[in-house]
């Protein structure tokens, strides 16, 4: 999201007249875009932005915008008091507090009340700036913002506040503008992205906005993160099968493999629920592939519920798990509740743990597809290999003299490692 939200801050730059600075120290305006999810993001967010204090005293004319998850939707009063030297703050996804500061320097000191729903604004919509147009072969689009499930650990409500839904008009307008632009394949954010049309009467689902974009000419390719168990049904797999475009891969994060953790983690669903689901895509697709997400060391977590997600991945078998130790977020419910009380070691050794079963399991999976026949988005070149994504979201590299950017190709897969794979035209 920060990735798509920064994009669309460099276009709205662009239409002022700036352009991209490579270096910060060379730059008069340094947009940092920040992400609170876990300690250590926050950690390097405050970092860099005291890093950036040098530049703006030794060239006062520089602007600095301070923007996203740090600031999040509340304002910034006491960021202001901690960090003087920055001139604009900015809510996540929001560029107008920079570009109104750049267009009119006094309206910033105005106090100013920023409503999270007017990010909708079609002023400010996500397409390309000119420094990345026939660039990017994927496109990050946002179509849901902020989350109304309030995860225990999780801090995006707060930051991020409640869901919004963008209107249909306006993604299906910026899908059609990056595919003009040169783009492929769109892949749809959103924390809940099942949720998309749910908050707004007279939306479609995700279902009818897939249904959509499939229609538009130019985009080949169309992917969405991240679902949630809850919300996951017939409907949209029924969709995925049906639409050519739309790739069968499932960003389903399981978060816990023990049922007692899973309710303090407030997720909604019980580990034999979400088994039940990821079978039933399993069961739907011939060729599907399936990543989830992993806390380990929440609060509370006895070894013997660890070893219950160890057993949950080695059933659930996932493509990919994104794991993470749990680290406590001022404000949310298991932050003021629940005991911090997971030894930071122990939850390292679980990492670990955790990472070589995944390895393990992807190793695996990835072994079956030696010697198969794939089609392949290639995306770029990457150390004079050709890089793209099979439709299970598999990396694969080809070295070839033809380019390839952009270009859907057939490949035969003669090395099958645990993370990418290499292949021949």
């Known amino acids: 999201m920060n990735s798509a939200d920064s994009l669309r801050v460099a276009a709205a730059l662009e239409n002022l007249g700036y352009e991209t600075s490579a270096k910060p120290e060379n730059a008069d305006v340094i947009v940092l875009n920040t992400c609170v999810v876990r300690q250590s993001a926050e950690d390097k967010a405050i970092g860099r932005l005291t890093s950036l204090k040098s530049l703006k005293m030794s060239n006062p004319d520089k602007v600095i915008n301070l923007m996203g998850c740090l600031v999040g939707i509340r304002g910034a009063a006491e960021l202001k008091e901690r960090f003087p030297y920055v001139d604009v703050f900015s809510q996540p996804s929001d560029p107008r507090p920079l570009i109104d500061f750049l267009s009119d320097p006094k309206s910033q000191e105005e106090e100013r009340q920023q409503n999270i729903e007017d990010i909708l604004d079609e002023e400010f919509s996500y397409t390309l700036p000119d420094s990345r147009k026939e660039q990017l072969v994927s496109a990050l689009l946002p179509v849901i913002f902020g989350c109304s499930h309030a995860c225990s650990y999780c801090v995006i409500p707060l930051r991020r506040g409640r869901e919004i839904s963008r209107h249909p008009d306006e993604i299906l307008a910026d899908a059609r503008s990056l595919a003009s632009q040169g783009v492929k394949e769109i892949v749809l954010l959103g924390q809940i992205i099942d949720r998309y049309g749910h908050d707004q009467p007279g939306y479609p689902h995700l279902s009818g906005l897939l249904r959509s974009l499939h229609t538009i000419a130019g985009v080949e390719r169309i992917r969405f993160l991240t679902s949630h168990p809850n919300w996951v049904n017939d409907e949209l797999l ?113 990492f670990r743990v955790i990472e070589s079963l995944q390895e393990k399991i992807t190793s695996e999976i990835n072994a079956a597809y030696l010697n198969q026949r794939v089609p392949v988005l290639f995306e770029d070149k990457h150390k004079n290999r050709w890089r793209g994504r099979t439709p299970t979201n598999k990396l694969v590299f080809v070295e070839t003299d033809n380019n390839l950017k952009g270009v859907v190709k057939d490949v035969q897969i003669t090395w099958a490692g645990p993370w990418s794979m290499i292949a021949e035209v």
């Open 238 to 350: 029924d969709t995925v099968a049906d639409l050519s475009k739309v790739m069968p891969h499932f960003e389903l994060p399981i978060q816990a493999g023990d049922d007692s953790v899973l309710r303090a983690m407030r997720r909604g669903y019980t580990v034999e629920k979400f088994l039940e689901i990821v079978d039933k895509i399993r069961a739907r697709f011939k060729s599907v592939s399936i990543a989830t997400d992993l806390i380990v060391g929440f609060p509370g977590e006895t070894e013997a519920q660890f070893e219950n997600s160890v057993k949950a991945l080695k059933t659930m078998h996932p493509d990919m798990t994104h794991v993470a130790r749990y680290s406590p977020r001022p404000g949310t419910h298991s932050a003021i509740n629940l005991a911090d009380d997971v030894p930071e070691d122990e939850k390292m050794r679980r």
